[in-house]
């Protein structure tokens, strides 16, 4: 399984290049998912935070950004309907987004917005509605998620926490590495075995653990 330790609290820095401690432990993160003894990598990521937060949003930023800076496309993708925040962090309006998708299935392609960095480009997780684990249990998400990877993109996700609502576990089963965000201090061991049990329970795989700290 995959371990990282990251500093939230740098999330410029983990947008910026350089080499902060911040930056080099998405480096390293980056390293352990997308080196080439694996194959290149996981296709799909999802970054499940365990207790409610924005450190999965600013790894998931600090992941997508360091990645497309190698040279491989990423798409980051705001799946939490509820609290949604990787728009905030990236400067980027939120009237279009994930939720519009969902609603009109494979109708419309993904509103995608680019992000000011090369190969890096950001589906919002759009305006709020009014029963998002119902949205995400209706809709066709492997055929809107699937027109997301096209090429070789990746596509890396972030959710709903796995202590409040049951969002991961419906979207975790479309994705190829599913990693459950810990906040040391934050999310107690209780969380982190509910969140496994719940995932656990269908047919998606935890890739790993990051400890994030606030």
Do not use: C, W
């Not at 409610?52 to 990423?74: F, N, Q």
């Not at 998708?101 to 950001?122: F, Y």
Request: proline share 8%.
């Amino acid at each position: 399984m995959t371990t990282a330790r990251v500093a939230a609290r740098h999330r410029l820095a983990l947008l910026a290049e350089g080499f902060s401690p911040a930056a080099e432990a998405v480096r390293q993160l980056r390293t352990a998912l997308f080196s080439p003894a694996h194959d290149g990598g996981p296709r799909s990521v999802l970054l499940a935070p365990v207790t409610e937060g924005l450190e999965a949003s600013t790894l998931a930023a600090g992941l997508g950004a360091s990645l497309a800076r190698s040279g491989r496309p990423v798409v980051l993708v705001d799946a939490d309907l509820r609290s949604p925040s990787l728009h905030s962090l990236l400067e980027k309006p939120n009237e279009n987004g994930f939720a519009n998708s969902l609603a009109a299935g494979a109708e419309a392609g993904p509103p995608l917005q680019t992000t000011g960095v090369d190969r890096l480009r950001l589906l919002p997780a759009g305006p709020p509605v009014p029963d998002p684990g119902g949205l995400l249990d209706a809709a066709d998400l492997p055929r809107i998620l699937g027109a997301l990877r096209t090429d070789d993109t990746v596509l890396i996700a972030v959710t709903s926490a796995t202590r409040t609502y049951a969002d991961a576990a419906m979207l975790a089963p479309n994705f190829d590495a599913p990693i459950l965000v810990v906040t040391p201090g934050i999310s107690h061991r209780a969380d982190l075995e509910r969140a496994h049990l719940t995932i656990g329970r269908t047919s998606a795989k935890i890739a790993g653990v990051a400890l994030v700290e606030r």
